[in-house]
């Protein structure tokens, strides 16, 4: 090979070489970058979240400075479940207030064009109250308000909420889960509830049912209210522990809770919560399950039920209380 040829190909080997480091140099360039922007994309991401949470706490202080309202308790002394009114006895603590002020309320609820306004009776130190008669069916907005030679200034700077219906209704079942299980035997489903005792004649669980719909509609209505006992709080920690077992594929679809719970030591049966609660316990609910179980060998024989045919059936479980109002879940 003559020496022309000799330096073309060392030419050739070198550009190559400069290619070849140029283009990793590049990449590593790029990926430094990027590397970088993550790194600066997250530390803005940090620092917005910080700034945020500075600012959000200086208005949650600067608003709790303002308010002048330290407490708002309220309490139903008398309820007519029939006409869904109640006597409600309304309590507010302050945090200062001007000499020989009077403090009052107004309050209103969705709808309400003009709001009813009460003046609170004081009830030594800083405490006020009154009782007022309430309609069951409304939420309402409350407002403080003080009424002094100055004039009159409004105490409370957030909305404090009067939430009557929520607590007597739409609260009254709370954490309801539903479930099934399919074996090649048979169908469970089973339906557990938060039931909240309020101390109110009338509101008491009258009947559960649980309706089976085929197609959408519904094909047959079962009661159940003899197997909706009261448990106690552990074992709502074992229907924890039942559904993440299921989930993770632990148990086969067509284990029940109560032989979950069974197997794992718990006795359903016997574990129901005292008429006392436990020193620190506030909470007025009481967790209750129901469970229904369609042996295909035995139960609805018409519609010839197998593991795969049964998936086409659905529940509805219905909880009737004694003042006619009805739970869907």
């Known amino acids: 090979m003559d020496r022309s040829k000799v330096i073309m190909v060392l030419l050739v080997v070198n550009i190559l070489a400069v290619l070849y480091i140029g283009y990793r140099t590049n990449g590593a360039i790029h990926s430094n970058d990027n590397k970088t922007g993550m790194e600066i994309r997250g530390l803005q991401q940090q620092v917005q979240l910080l700034e945020s949470q500075i600012v959000n706490g200086i208005k949650r202080e600067l608003t709790a400075q303002s308010d002048k309202v330290e407490r708002l308790d309220y309490a139903l002394t008398e309820a007519d479940l029939v006409q869904k009114k109640a006597k409600v006895r309304l309590q507010v603590a302050l945090k200062e207030m001007s000499s020989s002020a009077v403090i009052s309320v107004s309050m209103r609820h969705d709808g309400q064009v003009e709001p009813l306004e009460a003046v609170l009776d004081h009830q030594g130190g800083m405490q006020y109250g009154t009782e007022l008669e309430l309609s069951l069916e409304h939420n309402y907005e409350l407002t403080v308000w003080e009424q002094s030679d100055a004039g009159q200034k409004q105490l409370n700077v957030e909305m404090r909420r009067l939430p009557l219906f929520d607590d007597v209704y739409r609260n009254r079942v709370d954490n309801g889960s539903t479930g099934t299980g399919i074996s090649d035997e048979r169908l469970n489903a089973d339906f557990s509830f938060?039931?909240?005792?309020?101390?109110?004649?009338?509101?008491?669980?009258?009947?559960?049912?649980?309706?089976?719909?085929?197609?959408?509609?519904?094909?047959?209505?079962?009661?159940?209210?003899?197997?909706?006992?009261?448990?106690?709080?552990?074992?709502?920690?074992?229907?924890?522990?039942?559904?993440?077992?299921?989930?993770?594929?632990?148990?086969?679809?067509?284990?029940?809770?109560?032989?979950?719970?069974?197997?794992?030591?718990?006795?359903?049966?016997?574990?129901?919560?005292?008429?006392?609660?436990?020193?620190?316990?506030?909470?007025?609910?009481?967790?209750?399950?129901?469970?229904?179980?369609?042996?295909?060998?035995?139960?609805?024989?018409?519609?010839?039920?197998?593991?795969?045919?049964?998936?086409?059936?659905?529940?509805?479980?219905?909880?009737?209380?004694?003042?006619?109002?009805?739970?869907?879940?």
């Not at 049966?269 to 005292?274: G, K, N, T």
């Not at 659905?314 to 109002?325: I, T």
């Open 194 to 329: 938060l039931l909240k005792d309020l101390g109110i004649p009338g509101t008491e669980l009258e009947k559960a049912l649980i309706r089976i719909k085929k197609g959408g509609a519904v094909y047959d209505e079962i009661d159940v209210t003899q197997q909706a006992t009261p448990r106690s709080g552990q074992y709502g920690e074992i229907e924890d522990h039942y559904k993440v077992a299921r989930a993770s594929g632990q148990i086969d679809n067509s284990v029940t809770l109560e032989q979950f719970a069974r197997d794992n030591g718990f006795d359903p049966d016997q574990h129901v919560p005292s008429d006392k609660a436990s020193a620190g316990e506030t909470s007025p609910y009481v967790q209750y399950s129901l469970l229904y179980t369609i042996d295909f060998a035995k139960d609805y024989p018409e519609l010839k039920l197998t593991r795969k045919s049964a998936g086409q059936l659905s529940f509805e479980w219905v909880l009737r209380f004694k003042d006619g109002y009805e739970h869907l879940n």
